[in-house]
């Protein structure tokens, strides 16, 4: 009797188990699709000595079109370069950037801009910055780079007109 | 009869037991600086050489030495007593010989400042090449001792074909399995490429070498837990001197963690460049897979708590939570352990999920994460075992109750505000791994209080730590003598054990693991190769090119 009882109770909770992950994954499953979620997932690599050299990915803000800027940035130990980039009425911004020399992270404080950055790799990824991002956003190097990682950072300027 | 017959066993207990307190106090003695060093307003006693110094000892030494020779302790104790068996002396000594070299080859450069790349050690940043072949040998020392234990169950096996699996040595195999699956292609990638970057400067695709890296770094973490969750399926039904609730269930989730703790490393990636989002959506949902398990166990160990407090008189929806051996710190820092674990998982179901991952990513979040999981599930659980073996091992009373029951609750009063402190913060943006995240007075204001929050959590769980290494040291040297023979918890009466199901042919399980692993990996290895390899030169920690 109370064998089966527990049999039972085991049961139920190996169904709540399933039914929670299952939720959760169509949940993340929903997010990715209708969000068109994206993560830095290009395939483009690069020979970083001629990153070094400065032959591939000049660094630097562009406006494409109206509100699209590209943003090219080379991260060194221990600077981003550039460290302070600025646009206006952004509707989209697209990041290219590579590292001249180790593993570095590329964060924009109060955003949801955060990715990893290699040497031999170019991430790509998009934002499309919400209306009401406006102001001065701190960007910084998450991810250990030697001794001066801390010193790594930068500003980006967002200006509505 | 418990205590005698197992010189050799016990000799090696002993000894990897002290190795692993020390190591746990000299780790100790770095969170507690580079806390302090990177909360603004504290205490600051590092230059930034020695910031990632500590910081590179700290993981290494608690992420990895600690947990490996207790582990390692726990393991020998166990399957000798639980079985019945010997071990073979030379597989033993050539383990300590093996793992203890190691630590220390790779500890000189870690002491000296030539290995500041921290224990992920990513390519192509370059430590001095003693500090991955002291890894290496650490790493292989682990395989001889695996031989050691299969080799005594495999005689075991023989004597009772079929009779079922003791409980805690199934916790001890699983454990094991793990870690061979995790390991060979970690040690292949650090001879194939790390020690020819730190020989010659040969330079080395980043993707490919964090690729085996986590490969690695993903059942590392279950390597950790598995014996802890060991511990709580062994430990806590016979503190309540109930049966566990479901032995079967805990077996069920012992071969899922087999079977799906490695096949999941993408999900430290998932903000890598180089890696499709079909691979991260796989490893997902193999994620979500593994987190079963721990789900399985979450229930398995709440019941088995609630037969134990209503065996004692409890009543009602919660009554039976007072009725709790609370005063009793083995229970006490168990059942902690196992209360951290769940919030641990809570968080890791998070940071699993790639649509809230780059939020977190790299953040003190995570930092609040794993002190939970591998910081307090783990290791207060040793520390809980070590008031239980301790006394047994070394034939000595513990010095002060007094100071072993106050432990475990200021370990988990702690922890709870270092961690919660942490976790906010993370979602604030504040990065992990940083000297100083003052950025020039440019940081977001609103970092400062959590982050003083988190430092004043931090010294309580430290004084905690301390508290417990005095209190073994003092048992050491001053503990008053057993006289009379102490039982040994795990010898088991091998008639009463029921005959061998499905549930306990691990062999069939680890073969269908390899079939995961391969299909899971297949996919992210045929893109890097297939691309191409995209080589970097190393360079040091100072910012030195080499090439
Ligand atoms: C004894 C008190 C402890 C304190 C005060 C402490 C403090 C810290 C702090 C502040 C960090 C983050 C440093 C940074 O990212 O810049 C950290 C990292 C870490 N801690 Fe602890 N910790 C303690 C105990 C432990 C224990 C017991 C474990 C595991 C058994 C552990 C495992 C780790 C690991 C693996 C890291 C990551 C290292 C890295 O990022 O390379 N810590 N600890
Ligand atoms: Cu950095
Ligand atoms: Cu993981």
């Known amino acids: ?161 | 009869m418990a205590g005698q017959g197992y010189e050799h066993e016990v000799k090696f207990t002993k000894i990897a037991i002290i190795f692993s307190f020390i190591s746990l106090g000299l780790g100790g003695l770095f969170g507690i600086l580079q806390l302090l060093e990177r909360t603004p307003g504290m205490p600051q006693l590092l230059d930034r050489q020695q910031y990632y110094t500590a910081l590179t000892g700290h993981g290494v030494l608690l992420a990895i030495v600690w947990t490996a020779f207790f582990i390692m302790a726990i393991a020998v104790h166990v399957v000798s007593r639980e079985l019945q068996v010997r071990l073979s002396r030379t597989l033993l000594n050539i383990t300590l010989l093996m793992t203890i070299g190691g630590t220390l080859v790779a500890a000189v450069p870690i002491l000296t400042g030539d290995a500041a790349v921290l224990y992920t050690f990513y390519a192509p940043l370059k430590a001095h090449v003693a500090f991955y072949l002291g890894a290496g040998v650490l790493i292989l020392g682990t395989w001889v001792f695996a031989a050691a234990i299969f080799k005594a169950f495999i005689e075991w096996k023989r004597k009772y074909p079929d009779k079922a699996l003791p409980i805690a040595t199934m916790g001890v195999l699983t454990t094991l399995i793990i870690w061979l699956e995790a390991t060979p292609p970690l040690v292949f990638m650090v001879l194939k490429d790390l020690v020819p970057m730190a020989l010659v400067n040969k330079p080395v695709d980043v993707l490919e070498t964090r690729t085996y890296f986590w490969y690695f770094g993903h059942p590392l973490v279950y390597f950790w837990i598995v014996p802890a969750v060991t511990l709580w399926y062994f430990a806590i039904p016979k503190l309540l001197g109930v049966e566990i609730f479901s032995r079967q269930m805990a077996k069920v989730a012992f071969l899922l963690f087999i079977l799906a703790s490695t096949p999941v490393g993408l999900h430290h990636q998932f903000l890598d460049p180089g890696v499709s989002d079909a691979a991260k959506l796989l490893h997902t949902i193999l994620t979500f897979t593994v987190a079963s398990p721990s789900l399985l166990t979450a229930f398995n160990i709440l019941a088995t708590l609630e037969k134990g407090g209503r065996k004692a008189g409890g009543k009602g929806a919660l009554g039976w939570l007072s009725k709790l051996p609370w005063g009793n710190p083995v229970f006490a820092g168990l059942t902690l352990a196992f209360i951290m674990f769940g919030f641990g998982g809570i968080s890791g179901v998070i940071n699993a999920s790639y649509t809230l991952n780059y939020i977190v990513h790299n953040t003190l979040w995570i930092v609040g994460h794993f002190h939970l999981t591998v910081g307090t599930a783990a290791t207060l659980s040793f520390m809980a075992a070590s008031y239980l073996m301790v006394p047994r091992l070394f034939g000595r009373q513990i010095y002060s109750e007094r100071m072993a029951l106050a432990q475990p609750y200021l370990w988990f009063i702690g922890m709870a505000i270092f961690s919660l402190a942490f976790h906010i913060v993370g979602l604030f943006g504040v990065p992990r791994r940083t000297y100083d995240v003052t950025y020039a007075g440019l940081a977001p204001p609103e970092w400062l209080p959590w982050l003083i929050m988190g430092a004043i959590g931090g010294v309580v769980f430290w004084f905690s730590g301390v508290i417990f290494l005095a209190n073994m040291g003092l048992t050491l040297i001053s503990g008053r003598r057993i006289t009379e023979p102490q039982p040994c918890l795990f010898t088991l009466d091998f008639s009463r054990l029921p005959a061998a199901t499905r549930l306990d042919s691990i062999k069939f399980w680890v073969g269908l693991a390899i079939v995961v692993i391969l299909i899971a990996y297949f996919v992210p290895f045929l893109e890097i190769y297939g691309r191409g390899l995209s080589p970097a030169p190393p360079v040091t920690p100072e910012g030195l090119r080499l090439g």
């Open chain 1, 1 to 161: 009797m109370a064998e089966k009882n527990e049999l039972m109770q085991e049961y139920i909770w190996i169904g709540i188990i399933i039914a929670m992950l299952t939720t959760f994954l169509v949940i993340l499953g929903y997010v990715s699709e209708a969000k068109g979620f994206d993560t830095p997932s290009s395939a483009v690599t690069c020979d970083v000595r001629q990153v070094r050299k400065g032959e591939i990915l000049t660094p630097g803000v562009k406006e494409v079109a109206p509100g699209i800027y590209e943003v090219n940035l080379k991260a060194r130990m221990w600077a981003w370069i550039p460290n302070s980039i600025e646009v206006v009425n952004p509707k989209k911004i697209i990041f290219k950037v590579t590292s001249e020399d180790v593993v570095h992270g590329f964060q924009i404080v109060g955003t949801p801009v955060n990715f990893m950055v290699f040497p031999g790799y170019i991430a790509e990824i998009q934002w499309e910055v919400p209306e009401d991002f406006e102001g001065t956003y701190l960007f910084v190097c998450n991810e250990y780079c030697g001794l001066g990682h801390d010193t790594m950072w930068g500003q980006l300027i967002i200006k509505r007109e």
